[in-house]
């Protein structure tokens, strides 16, 4: 009798933890897709709530892999662990592993609300899961809570010291020079900046102008983007943003797609003399 209450709430841990990787699996192999393939999600709401603002933002990849693959990895892992081991020892390694990954999930959580001024429903929810394997794992862990609080202290300073990792290896490609000379010669040159919201490497390119982007002749694409021209996009035939166009006069001279470093955008609007 003793023996089956003991294995009841074992039973019950790894029923719940399963539950919430197979959810948090789901969600992180869905935003791995729209990201990979550049596809636009459901839950994009509004500018403020946007799963495709975020995703697509300097803050949504790691060394360039998407920090889905990172939570889709974690999922599986968390899965696997708690159908093929049969122990209660495995609840004491499935939380202090999911604690370590739960610190940078809330750096990531932080850069939503402080950098992209967008939520993601989709990447909140899956913290929630992972938020529910955490307790899960706690309460069914035969580990005293004064050994696991103990255990958790090197824990959560390397989640600390990984979330200043991701944040400068995120941050690295931000300009850390003053381009506005730079975006005043593209502007008298007739170059317009063709963008939009739910692109990744607009981003990436308005990282590498600095705050002197804000500057640029632009032109919103998305429907749903601030001051949108999505019409004029059409008619320009703007197939992939980001993309450089030079008009004189209505008639175009000649146009560059895609993410484009400092030194070819210069020499593009005629404008190498700017950069140092």
């Known amino acids: 009798?003793?023996?089956?209450?003991?294995?009841?709430?074992?039973?019950?841990?790894?029923?719940?933890?399963?539950?919430?990787?197979?959810?948090?699996?789901s969600i992180m192999s869905y935003l791995t897709f729209i990201k990979l393939a550049n596809k636009t999600s459901f839950c994009d709401l509004s500018a403020e709530v946007s799963c495709d603002v975020v995703t697509t933002s300097i803050y949504s990849?790691?060394?360039?892999?998407?920090?889905?693959?990172?939570?889709?990895?974690f999922f599986a892992f968390i899965l696997f662990l708690a159908i093929t081991r049969r122990s209660p020892e495995i609840f004491k390694t499935i939380f202090l592993l999911t604690l370590f990954m739960f610190i940078p999930s809330l750096y990531f959580s932080l850069t939503e609300l402080l950098f992209i001024d967008s939520i993601c429903i989709l990447c909140e929810t899956s913290k929630v899961m992972m938020f529910g394997i955490l307790i899960t794992s706690f309460f069914a862990s035969k580990e005293r809570a004064k050994t696991l609080f103990q255990l958790t202290v090197p824990i959560v300073i390397a989640g600390i010291v990984s979330s200043g990792v991701i944040y400068f290896a995120q941050t690295g490609t931000v300009a850390t020079e003053d381009y506005s000379e730079l975006v005043s010669c593209l502007n008298e040159n007739d170059v317009t900046y063709y963008k939009s919201k739910t692109c990744g490497n607009c981003r990436r390119q308005e990282?590498?102008?600095?705050?002197?982007?804000?500057?640029?002749?632009?032109?919103?694409?998305?429907?749903?983007?601030?001051?949108?021209?999505?019409?004029?996009?059409?008619?320009k035939n703007i197939s992939k943003t980001p993309s450089f166009v030079i008009e004189n006069n209505g008639v175009e001279i000649k146009r560059v797609i895609g993410l484009q470093k400092i030194e070819a955008l210069a020499e593009f609007g005629g404008c190498s003399n700017t950069i140092k």
Request: net charge negative.
């Open 61 to 73: 990849t790691i060394f360039g892999i998407p920090i889905s693959v990172f939570g889709l990895l």
């Open 207 to 235: 990282a590498l102008l600095g705050e002197a982007y804000k500057e640029l002749n632009s032109v919103e694409c998305h429907p749903e983007g601030e001051n949108s021209q999505a019409e004029l996009c059409l008619q």
């Open 1 to 25: 009798m003793d023996m089956n209450n003991n294995k009841s709430p074992f039973r019950l841990g790894r029923i719940l933890i399963i539950a919430f990787a197979l959810f948090g699996l």
